[in-house]
Structures are given as structure tokens and as C-alpha cells.
């Protein structure tokens, strides 16, 4: 997945390629990494996403397609759930920091900016919306 996180990995072929049942490497997979194999790809793609927003010329469109997501909708909405910011505000935060970050190994700096998916887009989403009424509700008393 990590060579090829453009493409298409459901369940049913990554356990067909280690020749295990989908049960057991989802299990697995998630023991291994703590995450389920979709975040996992997940995160692969936003880091993906975001080291071409920050090195090339391509619009976001072809970042979105080149990263694996079938619709730029998608893309976005996705990008800005786990990152918390859009692709084009990425995008000028990388090319205004990436010149003072240019000595750090790119090693180093894909750990440190790897989005934390430890929790689905839609837990976050629920967490998020929780909070809001919870401070409405202490705003009114």
C-alpha cells in the first residue's frame, strides 16, 4: 500500500495478495499498525497529497487524482477532515515553511507531519459537534 497508495486496496485484496482471510488481516493489520488498513491508506494519501502541493506546480485536481481519490470533492472534504485546513492553504503553508524545514531529513519530516487517524473522519466529525453544543450549552447557563 505504501508503493502504491493511488490505487484501489479493499480488504478482500490485500488478504488475497497475503494469502489470509479478510478477517484475519484486518485483524491483523490493525494489531500490527493500531489502525484499520483504509485510514492507514488514508494517511498515505494526505502525505502523498501534501508533499505534491508543496513541491510541484500541479493544481489540486491533479494532486486529488494522482493521490488515489476518484472525486475532487472527496478529496477535499477528506483533506480538510484529517488535516483541519484545505488543500490550498496547505499548499501556501508548505512553500512558505519549506525553505526553513529544507536541512531536516525528509524522513524526519514525514513522521512529524503524518495526520493522526487514529479515529475515523466521521468520530472526529462527532467529537467536533459535541463540543460545539457543549459550549452553547454553557454559554446559555
Known amino acids: 500500500m505504501d508503493a502504491a497508495s493511488d490505487e ?8 488475497r495478495v497475503s494469502c489470509v482471510s479478510e478477517a484475519h488481516f484486518a485483524r491483523s493489520f490493525k494489531e500490527a499498525f493500531g489502525i484499520p488498513p483504509h485510514r492507514y491508506l488514508l494517511t498515505r494519501r494526505v502525505e502523498r497529497a501534501t508533499a505534491l502541493l508543496r513541491d510541484t506546480d500541479l493544481s489540486i485536481t491533479e494532486v486529488a487524482f494522482r ?39 525528509a524522513c524526519v519530516l514525514s513522521a ?30
Open 67 to 105: 493521490t488515489g481519490w476518484r472525486s475532487l470533492g472527496t478529496f477535499g472534504r477528506t483533506f480538510r477532515d484529517i488535516t483541519g485546513k484545505n488543500p490550498g492553504d496547505i499548499r501556501a503553508r508548505e512553500r512558505a515553511t519549506g525553505r526553513e524545514l529544507g536541512r531536516i531529513p
Open 8 to 15: 484501489h486496496w479493499p480488504v478482500w485484496r490485500l488478504a
Open 112 to 141: 512529524v507531519q503524518r495526520p493522526n487517524l487514529t479515529m475515523s473522519v466521521s468520530e472526529k466529525q462527532r467529537q467536533t459537534a459535541d463540543d460545539i453544543k457543549r459550549a452553547q450549552q454553557e454559554e446559555a447557563l
